[in-house]
């Protein structure tokens, strides 16, 4: 199989690079929490319910629709490190359908390994931020973002986007539409927030340069920890902390930030 080819059209890797630097020049990227939050809400999975949500969407994109997985009877796509995961999901307020969906995979021991360091431990070649250095519950990954089909866009779209895939345009309006690029990196918010919510100092997260390259103009400056490998298509090793991510937030996507993380903390509580 061609993954790198592959790849090149997944949902999970989009050309958001454009979007942003438009709306960054614009009025409306003051705009982002209050387009996003009208249409879109996190939704931590605190209930078996949600969590089979989470799995359906993960079967649908990397099962069905990209054969990175075997299609199951059940139509989950699971594996070992959901036992020891965290799940958020974005909703779509007026279909109540949901779009997406993201987890941090977490650890205790040196037995309980994360997806990094089980498949890709030889891609780190940066000592200093090498997850064996920190406790063991002080460090996650960012894994498993997937967005359906329904809520990406084509490069030829008029509001370029997160993904390659097509949006049903007639379901939906021009507003929600500006919205949907987002999804991604509202993901990437929850996902941020459920670590430092539970005692997370360190994250590691498996992407394409070229994703990381579009996050800088959000203002999420991750750190690349090695060379390129070709991990379902050529993806690179990353690493990012609580401080890193605040500090460089741009002023819209700080507001964006800051109305998921109150949504995503109220939900979290209820895991404890």
Known sequence: MNWNKRLLNTPIIGDITKKIVSMKASHDAYNIAEHFTQFLQPQVATTPALRKEVFKIRHNVYCEELSFENVKDDGQEKDEFDEHSIFSLIKHKPSNTYTSCVRIVKTKSLEQLLPIEKFCLESITNEELHPMRFNRNEICEISRLAVKADFRRRKTDKFKGSGTGVIQENNYSETELRCF????????????????????????????????????????????????????????????????????????????????????????????
């Open 181 to 272: 690029p987002f999804i991604a990196i509202g993901l990437y918010m929850a996902a941020a927030t459920m670590a430092m919510n539970t005692g997370i100092r360190h994250v590691y997260v498996m992407m394409e340069p070229r994703l990381a390259r579009s996050m800088k103009f959000v203002g999420i400056h991750f750190v690349q920890l090695g060379e390129p490998i070709d991990y379902h298509g050529i993806r690179a090793p990353y690493y990012i902390n609580a401080e890193m991510f605040m500090s460089k937030l741009s002023p819209g996507f700080k507001n964006l930030y800051q109305a998921i993380a109150h949504e995503v903390g109220d939900q979290l509580d209820q895991l404890k």
